[in-house]
């Protein structure tokens, strides 16, 4: 027997927002996922890509995969990148598409820094704020392979890669972005300069909680530079653990308010938080790890980390957060918001598939039917 479903239209999620000048019509917003499959020698998004981003044009808004700045960020196999004009020209494609559909997308830029691997740079060292390994893994052409000790890069270099960040920007505008996202998370360039175990620096760029930030401050006004209004989001993973170098300490949460505090004095047009990692798959996200942020940053908030249709709809309701992003659902499910609106069951992706298959795991994922069961439905077979 079928079982119809009464939309629920009164769901938070389902509320328009304002994000910056970015205008939402809902409040499901699609995380930043890497999926590796520019696997051509220019690193150009593929037809692929326009099919995989066009499916989920429902989004209330799309943060695209991390994209390379510059050949000398690149740290992670078969990425994308923004900085030639064949990657441009395939971006537009992805972005035409995306528009012609209703929907918003903006472009998240990333840069390994120190997380290189030689393999990656044409057997040059990586670079990143000082000569200390990073101690975490770099996905090369065979396979994961442990990070190296970077040279310290100059003053010079610095001055590069914010420009090369702005160029990026530059071309993501021509490309028809609606605007960019500064992934300043992970083990990656920005977070490292963050750090005060990796980054020793006794110049501008270090000695301080204020100059550990400088780098990602000075990125985020190049990169805003290119636009009008605000269009420029960033990512910040305070709660990230990897390795003997990335924790969560006192120390580290300390820089991270006083780092979101400074947000309000720049043009950014929303804060991309990840929250704590669940530590069991049934356990709801920690709400008071977002409503920390909540209080200091004076502008929207997007939450992330292991939410669901409730945790998100809550959190929305009690106002630590604007709009909520989602990655694993996101991939499994390209009508995720219909399926939210409907209460529809959610599919579940195949992990073998995120970094590897083409087309497999990629642009297979159908979008749910009026016979799917309904949640309720699917969560009372599971138990
Ligand atoms: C396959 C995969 C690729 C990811 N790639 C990125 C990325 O490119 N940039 C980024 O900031 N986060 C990336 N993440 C992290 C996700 O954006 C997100 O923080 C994480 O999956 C938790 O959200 P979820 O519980 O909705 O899946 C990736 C996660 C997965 C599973």
Same mark, same amino acid.
């Given at each position: 027997m079928i079982t119809a479903v009464v939309p629920d239209l009164g769901q938070p999620l389902l509320r328009r927002a304002e994000l910056g000048d970015l205008a939402l019509p809902n409040r499901v917003v699609m995380a930043p996922v890497t999926r590796a499959r520019a696997a051509d020698d220019g690193l150009v998004p593929t037809a692929m890509h326009a099919a995989y981003y066009a499916e989920r044009a429902g989004a209330g808004l799309i943060i695209t995969e991390a994209t390379w700045v510059s050949e000398q960020a690149i740290g992670f196999v078969n990425v994308p990148g923004i900085y030639s004009d064949e990657q441009v020209i395939a971006w537009r494609r992805v972005t035409d598409v995306v528009h012609a559909l209703g929907g918003r997308i903006v472009l998240q830029l990333w840069h390994t820094g120190a997380a290189s691997h030689p393999d990656h740079l044409a057997g040059q060292l990586p670079a990143g704020p000082s000569a200390i390994n990073p101690h975490v893994s770099s996905f090369t052409p065979s396979g994961f392979k442990d990070t190296v000790t970077p040279r310290e890069m100059t003053t010079a270099d610095i001055a590069a890669t914010v420009a090369d960040y702005r160029a $990026?920007?530059?071309? $993501?505008? !021509?490309?028809?972005? %609606?605007? *960019?996202?500064?992934?300043?998370?992970?083990?990656? #360039?920005?977070?490292? =300069?963050?750090?005060?175990?990796?980054?020793?620096?006794? %110049?501008?760029?270090?000695?301080?909680?204020?100059?550990?930030? /400088? !780098? #990602?401050?000075?990125?985020?006004?190049?990169?805003?530079?290119?636009?009008?209004?605000?269009? *420029?989001? *960033?990512? #910040?993973?305070?709660?990230?653990?990897?390795? %003997?170098? =990335? /924790? $969560?300490?006192?120390?580290? !949460?300390?820089?991270? %308010?006083?780092?979101?505090?400074? !947000?309000?004095? +720049?043009? *950014?047009?929303?804060? +991309? #938080?990840?929250?704590r990692d669940l530590s069991a798959p049934d356990l709801t996200p920690d709400v008071e790890a977002i409503a920390r942020y909540r209080r200091q940053f004076h502008g929207p908030v997007i939450a992330n980390n292991g939410f669901d249709r409730e945790s998100a709809n809550a959190l929305i309701q009690s106002g630590h957060a604007d709009a909520v992003s989602f990655a694993t659902h996101f991939i499994a499910n390209p009508d995720l918001v219909t399926r939210f609106a409907l209460g529809r069951a959610l599919a579940t992706g195949d992990r073998d598939s995120y970094y590897t298959g083409g087309a497999d795991g990629y642009v297979d994922y159908p979008a749910s039917s009026w016979q799917d069961a309904p949640r309720e439905e699917a969560a009372a077979r599971r138990t």
């Open positions: $990026a920007a530059v071309n $993501a505008r !021509l490309a028809g972005f %609606d605007g *960019v996202e500064i992934g300043a998370l992970g083990s990656f #360039l920005i977070a490292q =300069f963050l750090n005060p175990r990796l980054n020793r620096r006794t %110049d501008a760029y270090g000695g301080d909680r204020g100059g550990r930030r /400088r !780098l #990602l401050l000075e990125i985020i006004d190049a990169v805003a530079a290119p636009w009008e209004g605000r269009r *420029v989001g *960033v990512r #910040l993973g305070p709660y990230w653990t990897a390795g %003997d170098r =990335f /924790r $969560a300490d006192e120390e580290t !949460l300390a820089d991270y %308010d006083a780092l979101v505090t400074e !947000l309000n004095r +720049h043009p *950014v047009a929303y804060l +991309h #938080l990840r929250g």
